[in-house]
């Protein structure tokens, strides 16, 4: 990174060149998605479904509050920084802590990527599943840090996972994929929907919502009495434009259903990034970075976290 | 008829030290401004509370609890389980917030928003304190500093609307943070907020991604241009005239004022006409 940048506590490791990245280097997918959608069943289904074809992907977690990774990581945020301590050194809520947490990953970052990247040859798809709070991702400097750092280097895409039994409640799913339009707009990259639980609920209904605007938009009006209709007229035009700009998957995490075409939906992606990304990306990148990693620094200012956080915590999870 | 603010946002974006801003300035205008804690999960806050939804039931009370199930819940479970006891058990509230007429509450959100998009429980929270005759609006807070572009800004409201279009109330978006902005960042904002996005769009030199999403790009412009809720209002907490602007538009949206009758400092009620006589 470069040195004018920021309080930020930096590794000595070298920033990585801009956006690098080459047709042959395989894609980080970032896995996202509300809590309880499914996210990280998803990544160890995709990861078996690879496991059993011999071809390993490489697996990062990035929620530090999980209890129990359900997948074989070969990185896990929990080896770097400790949730329940980070939440009590620095007397901070969950919120708090999980954006600490994040911001403490941001100073490892340049190594992580670098461990990943070393590997590059040997992976066909790096899967990365992102903390159970979304917006611990999604409207953080970390967050937009971690994003645009991988982009530099890989061809990055965004999965978005939804609970398709959920969905069923059309309020539910118009709130839900206006926030995934949020994140499009927010990150900018390519971007895939993964409609999960199709084992549940045959996610057809969804895909026929996208299709037919009206018929969402009536049964969100028979769903409630009174409401300004009108605007969720209006919404129900844009999300009918997101849709034809996205491609959809149905998956099951549970039965493993679906992930042949997820793999093939990521090349898919992948090609987009080449065309749409790539090259606004070096202009934009720079810029965007060095004021993300001043923003995380001055929030590890403001809870007084200095070069060595906690020496003791470092050993405790070793 | 009663006031309310139901302060949203993702975490981190000032919902708290707006609530703490919103009532000291109300103190020193002479209103008084309750607030009300309604977040399990917060943290430390500088605002005095009339109630904490804490005293209640909190996080940390979960992860003490001696039943397993309960303290091994991650931070999203015992949040839902939180908020889902509170909407259960609204006596409590009610009877804290039962002080009088013209009375004028913010109410301090959780940020969560499976809460508000996944779940009934924050809609059955608000739903209940517009029957304990409350005129409700949502204050939805976003932090300035990641909004300084247009696409940001589309996104920004897209976050907001996906959360408000559960709560079916009305709303203002605030921009909070507006001090830490400087420069061309600072520029750029202003600008934003003084043009109508359809222009907006126009505007700068087009990119591989505005130039795929121009369609959809356009249609959330339309929202935009024709949605007051997401007409996003600048805060400057530390600046006097940007907290009475922010509050008068609010204060607009639940229509407070329209019923306040004359008060002055005398003990007597003002309405009896018979006491004017005796005052010069």
């Known amino acids: 990174m470069s040195e004018e940048a920021s309080p930020t506590p930096q590794t000595s490791t070298p920033a990585p060149p801009i956006n690098a990245v080459t047709k042959d280097t395989p894609p980080v997918v970032l896995v996202l998605g509300m809590a309880g959608s499914g996210k990280s069943s998803f990544v160890q289904a995709l990861t078996s479904h690879l496991h059993k074809k011999r071809n390993f992907p490489y697996v990062i977690n990035l929620d530090p509050a999980v209890r129990k990774v359900i997948f074989p990581a070969n990185i896990d945020i929990r080896d770097t920084v400790d949730y329940k301590k980070v939440m009590k050194d620095y007397e901070l809520g969950p919120n708090g802590a999980i954006m600490t947490c994040l911001n403490l990953c941001c100073t490892r970052l340049q190594e992580m990527l670098g461990l990943v990247s070393a590997r590059s040859s040997q992976f066909p798809v790096c899967l990365v599943d992102a903390p159970g709070q979304i917006e611990a991702f999604t409207w953080s400097a970390s967050g937009s840090i971690i994003t645009d750092s991988f982009a530099s280097m890989f061809p990055t895409v965004i999965a978005y996972v939804v609970d398709s039994a959920r969905s069923t409640n059309p309020t539910t799913f118009m709130s839900n994929m206006l926030y995934a339009c949020s994140i499009l707009y927010r990150m900018k990259l390519p971007f895939f929907l993964v409609l999960n639980k ?87 990148l720079k810029e965007r970075l060095a004021k993300d990693v001043k923003a995380a620094g001055d929030k590890l200012n403001d809870i007084n976290i200095t070069e060595n956080p906690n020496p003791e915590a470092e050993a405790d999870s070793e | 008829m009663r006031y309310a603010q139901l302060v949203i946002g993702p975490a981190g974006s000032g919902k708290s030290t707006y609530c703490a801003g919103i009532q000291k300035h109300g103190a020193a205008t002479g209103r008084s401004i309750h607030v009300v804690n309604l977040d399990p999960a917060a943290e430390a806050f500088k605002y005095d509370c009339d109630f904490d939804v804490r005293d209640l039931i909190s996080v940390d009370d979960l992860a003490e609890d001696d039943d397993d199930t309960l303290s091994t819940m991650g931070p999203n479970g015992s949040l839902v389980f939180c908020m889902e006891y509170i909407a259960n058990n609204m006596e409590s509230l009610e009877e804290a917030l039962d002080t009088g007429e013209d009375d004028y509450y913010v109410f301090d959100c959780p940020g969560q928003i499976e809460l508000y998009s996944h779940m009934t429980v924050m809609r059955t929270v608000v739903d209940k304190i517009r029957s304990w005759n409350f005129n409700v609006c949502a204050v939805f807070i976003l932090d300035s500093q990641f909004m300084i572009d247009v696409d940001k800004f589309m996104a920004g409201a897209l976050t907001a609307l996906s959360t408000l279009m559960v709560l079916e109330c009305s709303a203002i978006c605030v921009l ?100 004017y006589g005796g005052w010069e």
Not at chain 1, 220 to 228: F, G, L, V
Not at chain 1, 250 to 266: H, L, N, Q
Not at chain 2, 194 to 216: C, D, I, M, V
Not at chain 2, 229 to 258: A, H, K, R
């Open chain 1, 198 to 284: 199709s084992d549940i609920v045959d996610p057809a209904f969804l895909q026929k919502w996208m299709q037919d605007y009206e018929q969402l938009g009536a049964s969100i009006e028979d769903a409630r009495e009174a409401y300004i209709n009108n605007l969720t007229h209006s919404l129900s035009l844009v999300l009918d434009e997101f849709y034809a700009s996205i491609p959809t998957v149905k998956v099951s995490a549970r039965t493993g259903e679906g992930m042949d075409d997820v793999m093939a939906t990521i090349e898919k992606c992948k090609a987009e990034y080449f065309e749409k990304y790539q090259p606004a990306y070096n202009e934009l």
């Open chain 2, 176 to 275: 909070s943070k507006m001090d830490l902005l400087h420069g061309a960042d600072k520029e750029r904002v202003e600008h934003i907020l003084e043009s109508e996005f359809g222009q907006l769009l126009n505007e700068n030199p087009p990119t591989a991604f505005s130039k795929a999403y121009r369609n959809l790009s356009e249609k959330i412009a339309g929202v935009m241009d024709s949605y007051s809720m997401v007409n996003f209002v600048p805060l400057n907490l530390e600046d006097e005239d940007s907290v009475t602007d922010v509050l008068l538009q609010i204060d607009m949206s639940i229509q407070y004022g329209d019923d306040l009758e004359v008060k002055d400092k005398f003990p007597e009620d003002v309405d009896n006409e018979d006491d």
